[in-house]
């Protein structure tokens, strides 16, 4: 492949409890105290989304109450990356550039739920009070703000990147094919340049109680992703939005914007989480990849059985690691792609943040490659490598 | 003909098909009804339409299933449609399919039946909350809706049981899903990743919520019986929501010979366009409906003249027939009031993230059979949209190229180009 086709990160929005931005997270990562709310759904702590000026990248009101917050987080992080870019308002680039959106789906309506809910075992035909409320209590556009595709065409209309838009659902595997795709096809010559990512609201009741029904998440206490396999473990989930402009170095070079790193490769995969499975799959990428690395950055939910394998094989690597969901939680569709961003910020800078785990070694020297993993809660193993530019 | 196109990229093939709509299951039969003019739009029985504005839908009533949510009836559709796609394409080995999966997908979410079954597990009545429900999600057995319901588990079942390679992609475009996942298809091939993609596109969701949800948009016909889809018509209020799947075999025509596999059709070009208009409505001047039919072309390699028919979107809401007409118009110029154009919804209804899929194969058997599906329930023309859509009673024709369009809410527009197979 010509190095004219390397997919090069020319922008990154990134969007967390850490803050918004490069320089809030490297500062944050460096300085690391984890910010966390253990009361508004205890018996579970989530990492609550840092405070936007909405109207910052989602200048219209009409355009804000159109979406959900998990919609709203992405908007405003596509937003970022777009800044980062050089791309905003140029419509002629905006108009040719491809979007692929990692993307979950909801939320609900709480309080409607709730009272049908109450009321359906007293209702004297509940099929139809059931039809009747849903046709009267729900807002009419509460489904565009719900759909899944429906981040990616509020990306376009309040963004205006318009030349293609597909979505991806599949918790972390959707973000980690996004994000291969994108590059895959920028690499081939099917793209110049794409904008890609995803976003997750933790503070959600609808989610929650979906990852309450397979028992991935941690009761109690806040504690770094490997310390609490020691006690119970399971994953603390975070609110995250992460867009990346991606393009060809060719496309960048002609554009005259700068690149934060380049992304060698990306890797996904699947398996049935048989014995072992994982760690295969993931030695193969690694070697795929090229079998070398300075460091690790890994996305590990922090749910009790793949976050423990995943730590297995990473120890095997002997390489200092850094388990960014301690820092931003787990947030399933974006959790890969802002692995890959703090990956990049990390290349950019020349330094690796510290350890944020009493079990990572600490990292002097400037990294030029980091290996970037995410082992999904239930399905999805995902490997990336990320260099200089 | 040689293996690689006009640009030097691989050929792709389509060598295995299979369809499951209202109409019935498998290629045969959906095939038969179709260019006979049958409906297969009917009253909802699966749940209770009391309250209900919109009564009718194309679901499909012949799976027997004790789960009836919509992931699983989504699964189950497309493992039917697939295993009818490799039996014709004769790929592969049971459990070893030589490539990658791309699936069109409907969103997953915690359905009224497990909400309701985790308010009774909750034990509280008088000031039920989400904590309420979270506390009994946790307490209770229920892991396996947590498998049911994750967007993923879809794809990760077909995947397992199909042994299709890597990573499934489970797309969502609205509407265009079934044309992206084609694209995710033929883009795989054309770099060379896979000799072999399975493009599954699915959709089981005519639930409650989902049509009192297209209710609330005012998308759905009013109409309550089985003429109700009437794309063109001036007398057209709306889409009717319907279920089915398409399954499609796609492989590079250099694989498919070697293995001396019988090539179905050419899968010639793509293209797509988002349209940042607004949410539900498409851009007025149809730039971006323009804008993929042109991609489409250019990718294929073939000028507007080739084209022999056209397989519309058409949903037979106000606005999408005429949004797409005047694309249609703009790209075909003066041959737009010759040039067939028919909708398969008019009988199978709106089969939503699946439409493109399976409208996709109806497409290639038009070419196949040399006939062209009508349009029925065309009783009052739109003056304003002068098309021939082929009126109510199938007609023979040969075509050689034809495209297929797929419109998505929330902006996506995909258009896939179909050819028939090298002589």
């Given at each position: 492949?010509s190095p004219d086709r390397?997919?090069?990160?020319?922008?990154?929005?990134l969007?967390s409890?850490?803050?918004q931005?490069?320089?809030?997270?490297m500062a944050?990562?460096?300085?690391?105290?984890?910010?966390?709310?253990?009361?508004k759904?205890a018996?579970?702590?989530?990492?609550?989304?840092?405070?936007?000026?909405?109207?910052?990248?989602i200048?219209?009101?009409?355009?804000?109450?159109?979406?959900?917050?998990?919609q709203?987080?992405?908007?405003?992080a596509a937003?970022?990356a777009l800044?980062?870019?050089?791309a905003?308002?140029d419509?002629?680039?905006?108009?040719?550039?491809?979007?692929?959106?990692?993307?979950g789906?909801?939320?609900?309506d709480?309080?409607a739920d709730?009272?049908?809910?109450?009321a359906?075992?007293?209702?004297e035909?509940?099929?139809r009070?059931?039809?009747e409320?849903?046709?009267t209590?729900?807002?009419?556009?509460?489904?565009?703000?719900?759909?899944?595709?429906?981040?990616?065409g509020?990306?376009?209309?309040v963004?205006?990147?318009?030349?293609?838009?597909?979505?991806?659902?599949?918790?972390?595997?959707?973000?980690a094919?996004a994000?291969?795709?994108?590059?895959?096809?920028?690499?081939a010559?099917q793209?110049?340049?794409?904008?890609?990512?995803g976003?997750y609201?933790a503070?959600?009741?609808?989610?929650?109680?979906?990852?309450?029904?397979?028992?991935m998440?941690?009761?109690g206490e806040?504690?770094p992703v490997?310390?609490r396999q020691?006690?119970?473990?399971?994953?603390?989930a975070?609110?995250?939005?992460?867009?990346?402009?991606v393009?060809s170095?060719?496309?960048?070079?002609?554009?005259g914007v700068?690149a934060?790193?380049?992304?060698?490769g990306?890797?996904?995969?699947?398996?049935?989480?048989?014995?072992?499975?994982?760690?295969?799959?993931?030695?193969?990428?690694?070697?795929a990849?090229?079998?070398?690395?300075?460091?690790a950055?890994?996305?590990?939910?922090?749910?009790?059985g793949?976050?423990?394998?995943?730590?297995?094989?990473?120890?095997?690597?002997?390489l200092?690691?850094?388990?960014?969901?301690?820092?931003?939680g787990?947030?399933?569709?974006?959790?890969?792609?802002?692995?890959?961003?703090?990956?990049a910020?990390?290349?950019?800078?020349?330094?690796?943040f510290?350890p944020?785990?009493?079990a990572?070694q600490?990292f002097?020297?400037a990294?030029?490659?980091l290996?970037?993993t995410s082992?999904g809660m239930?399905?999805g193993?995902?490997?990336a490598l990320?260099?200089?530019? | 003909?040689t293996?690689?196109?006009?640009?030097g990229?691989?050929?792709?093939?389509?060598?295995?098909?299979?369809?499951?709509?209202?109409?019935?299951?498998?290629?045969?039969?959906?095939w038969?009804?179709?260019t006979?003019?049958?409906s297969?739009?009917?009253?909802?029985?699966?749940?209770?339409?009391?309250?209900?504005?919109?009564?009718v839908a194309?679901?499909?009533?012949?799976?027997?299933?004790?789960d009836?949510s919509?992931?699983?009836?989504?699964?189950k559709?497309?493992g039917l449609?697939?295993?009818?796609a490799?039996?014709e394409?004769?790929i592969?080995?049971?459990?070893?399919?030589?490539g990658?999966?791309?699936?069109?997908l409907?969103?997953v979410?915690?359905?009224?039946?497990?909400r309701?079954?985790?308010?009774?597990a909750?034990?509280?009545?008088e000031?039920?909350?989400?904590?309420?429900?979270i506390r009994?999600?946790?307490n209770?057995?229920?892991?396996?809706?947590?498998?049911?319901?994750?967007?993923?588990?879809?794809?990760?079942?077909l995947?397992?049981?199909?042994?299709t390679?890597?990573s499934?992609?489970?797309?969502?475009?609205?509407?265009?899903?079934g044309g992206?996942?084609?694209?995710?298809?033929?883009?795989?091939?054309?770099?060379?990743?896979?000799?072999a993609?399975l493009?599954?596109?699915t959709d089981?969701?005519?639930?409650?919520e989902?049509?009192?949800?297209?209710?609330?948009?005012?998308?759905?016909?009013?109409?309550?019986?089985?003429t109700?889809?009437r794309?063109f018509s001036?007398?057209?209020?709306?889409?009717?929501?319907?279920?089915?799947?398409?399954?499609?075999?796609?492989?590079s025509l250099?694989?498919?010979?070697?293995?001396?596999a019988?090539?179905?059709?050419?899968?010639e070009?793509?293209?797509e366009?988002?349209?940042?208009?607004h949410?539900?409505?498409?851009?007025?001047?149809?730039k971006?409906?323009v804008?993929?039919?042109q991609?489409a072309l250019?990718?294929?390699?073939l000028?507007?003249?080739?084209i022999?028919?056209?397989?519309?979107?058409?949903t037979?809401?106000?606005?999408?027939?005429?949004?797409?007409?005047?694309?249609?118009a703009?790209?075909?110029?003066?041959?737009?009031?010759?040039?067939?154009v028919?909708?398969?919804?008019?009988?199978?209804?709106?089969t939503?993230?699946a439409?493109?899929?399976?409208?996709a194969?109806?497409?290639?058997y038009t070419?196949?059979?040399?006939?062209?599906p009508?349009?029925?329930?065309?009783e009052?023309?739109?003056?304003?949209l002068p098309?021939?859509?082929?009126?109510?009673?199938?007609r023979?024709?040969?075509?050689?190229?034809?495209?297929s369009?797929?419109?998505g809410?929330?902006?996506q527009?995909?258009?896939?180009?179909?050819?028939?197979?090298?002589?």
């Amino acid at each position: 492949m010509s190095p004219d086709r390397d997919a090069l990160i020319t922008g990154i929005g990134l969007i967390s409890c850490l803050g918004q931005g490069e320089d809030a997270h490297m500062a944050a990562l460096d300085a690391f105290a984890p910010v966390v709310d253990s009361a508004k759904f205890a018996p579970y702590a989530v990492h609550p989304m840092t405070a936007l000026t909405l109207a910052a990248q989602i200048p219209k009101r009409g355009d804000q109450r159109q979406m959900e917050p998990w919609q709203q987080i992405g908007v405003y992080a596509a937003g970022l990356a777009l800044d980062e870019a050089k791309a905003k308002g140029d419509t002629a680039l905006l108009e040719r550039m491809d979007m692929i959106v990692a993307a979950g789906g909801g939320e609900r309506d709480y309080a409607a739920d709730s009272a049908i809910l109450a009321a359906l075992p007293t209702a004297e035909d509940p099929e139809r009070y059931l039809n009747e409320h849903l046709l009267t209590d729900i807002r009419p556009t509460l489904f565009l703000a719900q759909l899944s595709n429906l981040l990616a065409g509020n990306i376009s209309i309040v963004h205006g990147v318009i030349g293609s838009s597909r979505t991806f659902m599949g918790e972390e595997a959707a973000g980690a094919d996004a994000l291969r795709i994108a590059c895959a096809r920028i690499q081939a010559g099917q793209s110049d340049i794409c904008l890609v990512g995803g976003s997750y609201n933790a503070q959600r009741e609808d989610s929650l109680l979906h990852l309450a029904m397979g028992h991935m998440m941690r009761r109690g206490e806040y504690a770094p992703v490997w310390a609490r396999q020691a006690d119970g473990g399971g994953a603390i989930a975070g609110s995250v939005g992460c867009f990346m402009v991606v393009e060809s170095r060719a496309h960048a070079a002609k554009r005259g914007v700068a690149a934060k790193a380049k992304i060698s490769g990306v890797l996904t995969d699947r398996c049935g989480r048989g014995p072992g499975q994982s760690a295969a799959i993931a030695a193969a990428q690694f070697a795929a990849l090229g079998g070398k690395a300075d460091a690790a950055i890994s996305a590990a939910s922090g749910a009790t059985g793949p976050t423990a394998d995943e730590k297995q094989f990473l120890d095997g690597l002997g390489l200092p690691v850094r388990a960014v969901a301690s820092a931003i939680g787990h947030s399933l569709e974006p959790s890969f792609p802002a692995a890959v961003a703090l990956a990049a910020m990390s290349i950019g800078r020349g330094k690796l943040f510290p350890p944020l785990d009493p079990a990572e070694q600490a990292f002097a020297g400037a990294p030029s490659r980091l290996l970037v993993t995410s082992w999904g809660m239930w399905r999805g193993e995902a490997s990336a490598l990320v260099q200089a530019a | 003909m040689t293996d690689t196109d006009h640009l030097g990229r691989p050929i792709v093939a389509i060598t295995g098909t299979g369809i499951a709509t209202s109409l019935g299951l498998g290629k045969e039969a959906n095939w038969k009804a179709l260019t006979a003019g049958v409906s297969g739009i009917h009253e909802i029985t699966r749940f209770s339409i009391a309250g209900m504005r919109t009564t009718v839908a194309g679901t499909i009533d012949y799976l027997d299933m004790e789960d009836s949510s919509a992931p699983a009836m989504a699964e189950k559709l497309a493992g039917l449609v697939t295993e009818e796609a490799l039996a014709e394409s004769g790929i592969g080995t049971p459990g070893d399919f030589p490539g990658p999966l791309f699936m069109a997908l409907p969103p997953v979410e915690i359905e009224w039946p497990h909400r309701r079954a985790l308010a009774a597990a909750a034990g509280v009545n008088e000031g039920l909350s989400y904590t309420d429900l979270i506390r009994a999600g946790e307490n209770g057995d229920f892991a396996a809706w947590y498998d049911r319901f994750l967007f993923g588990s879809v794809g990760e079942t077909l995947a397992a049981r199909f042994g299709t390679k890597g990573s499934p992609i489970a797309t969502s475009t609205a509407c265009a899903s079934g044309g992206t996942a084609i694209q995710l298809g033929v883009e795989a091939i054309r770099r060379g990743e896979c000799q072999a993609a399975l493009v599954v596109g699915t959709d089981a969701s005519v639930n409650p919520e989902s049509l009192i949800r297209f209710s609330l948009l005012s998308a759905l016909s009013t109409r309550n019986d089985p003429t109700a889809a009437r794309p063109f018509s001036k007398d057209r209020d709306g889409f009717v929501m319907a279920e089915g799947a398409g399954a499609l075999v796609l492989e590079s025509l250099a694989h498919a010979r070697a293995r001396g596999a019988t090539i179905l059709g050419i899968l010639e070009g793509c293209g797509e366009a988002a349209d940042g208009f607004h949410r539900t409505r498409s851009s007025p001047d149809g730039k971006p409906i323009v804008a993929c039919m042109q991609r489409a072309l250019a990718d294929s390699g073939l000028t507007p003249d080739q084209i022999g028919y056209v397989n519309a979107h058409g949903t037979g809401t106000p606005e999408n027939d005429k949004m797409e007409y005047v694309g249609i118009a703009a790209v075909f110029g003066d041959r737009v009031a010759s040039l067939p154009v028919s909708s398969n919804k008019s009988m199978i209804g709106h089969t939503l993230t699946a439409a493109g899929a399976i409208e996709a194969i109806f497409t290639l058997y038009t070419i196949r059979n040399g006939v062209l599906p009508p349009t029925i329930n065309y009783e009052t023309p739109d003056p304003t949209l002068p098309v021939d859509c082929v009126p109510n009673v199938a007609r023979p024709a040969k075509v050689s190229h034809a495209i297929s369009n797929s419109f998505g809410f929330g902006g996506q527009n995909v258009c896939i180009v179909v050819g028939a197979a090298p002589e």
